[in-house]
């Protein structure tokens, strides 16, 4: 009988800082494509048209526990991939013992940063959502998926997705 790869650490990088202690969760991106239905002459039905990501982008969200200077100096930053985040984690599956490596690097900018609830003695975080401009998914050093808007590359288990489409207009 086998059992399913669980997470059991994990740590996150803001721009080379580790959060070691400090993240507490993170939300890896739900990864949506725009899909059109289209039904012409002679089909029976409608068949979804892939017209690219959905309208919600690339979104990390993460939280932090206390008060994290980092991510508020970073708030408004200029450049659409200037924030790079780093997730690391350790998935272990329970009936082999054997252990996966799975990274997701992204780059974006914070569009939200909540504060949460202030109040003596009790806990407090920080949850963060990073828009993205760039994904990239590595399970044991094989890359899985690679994303990036802005120069239009798309890359799922080492197929470039997007590669005629960028000879097609002249890139």
């Given at each position: 009988?086998?059992?399913?790869?669980?997470?059991?650490?994990?740590?996150?990088?803001?721009?080379?800082?580790?959060?070691?202690?400090?993240?507490?969760?993170?939300?890896?991106?739900?990864?949506?494509?725009k899909m059109e239905a289209y039904r012409g002459g002679g089909m029976n039905g409608p068949v979804k048209a892939d017209l690219g990501f959905s309208d919600d982008g690339i979104q990390f969200e993460w939280k932090t526990g206390g008060l994290d200077l980092i991510a508020l100096r970073q708030f408004g930053t200029?450049?659409?991939?200037?924030?790079?985040?780093?997730?690391?984690?350790?998935?272990?599956?329970?009936?082999?013992?054997?252990?996966?490596?799975?990274?997701?690097?992204?780059?974006?900018?914070?569009?939200?940063?909540?504060?949460?609830?202030?109040?003596?003695?009790?806990?407090?975080?920080?949850?963060?959502?990073?828009?993205?401009?760039?994904?990239?998914?590595?399970?044991?050093?094989?890359?899985?998926?690679?994303?990036?808007?802005?120069?239009?590359?798309?890359?799922?288990?080492?197929?470039?997705?997007?590669?005629?489409?960028?000879?097609?207009?002249?890139?």
């Amino acid at each position: 009988m086998a059992m399913p790869r669980k997470l059991k650490n994990m740590n996150l990088f803001n721009d080379g800082n580790s959060y070691q202690g400090v993240a507490k969760s993170v939300t890896p991106p739900p990864l949506g494509r725009k899909m059109e239905a289209y039904r012409g002459g002679g089909m029976n039905g409608p068949v979804k048209a892939d017209l690219g990501f959905s309208d919600d982008g690339i979104q990390f969200e993460w939280k932090t526990g206390g008060l994290d200077l980092i991510a508020l100096r970073q708030f408004g930053t200029v450049n659409a991939s200037g924030v790079q985040l780093r997730f690391a984690g350790s998935f272990q599956q329970d009936d082999t013992g054997e252990v996966s490596a799975v990274e997701i690097v992204v780059r974006g900018r914070h569009e939200t940063i909540e504060m949460g609830d202030a109040q003596p003695g009790e806990d407090t975080e920080h949850s963060i959502t990073t828009t993205c401009t760039y994904y990239k998914l590595i399970v044991d050093n094989e890359e899985i998926i690679e994303i990036d808007l802005l120069n239009f590359i798309e890359k799922v288990n080492g197929v470039d997705m997007l590669e005629k489409q960028r000879a097609a207009i002249g890139l």
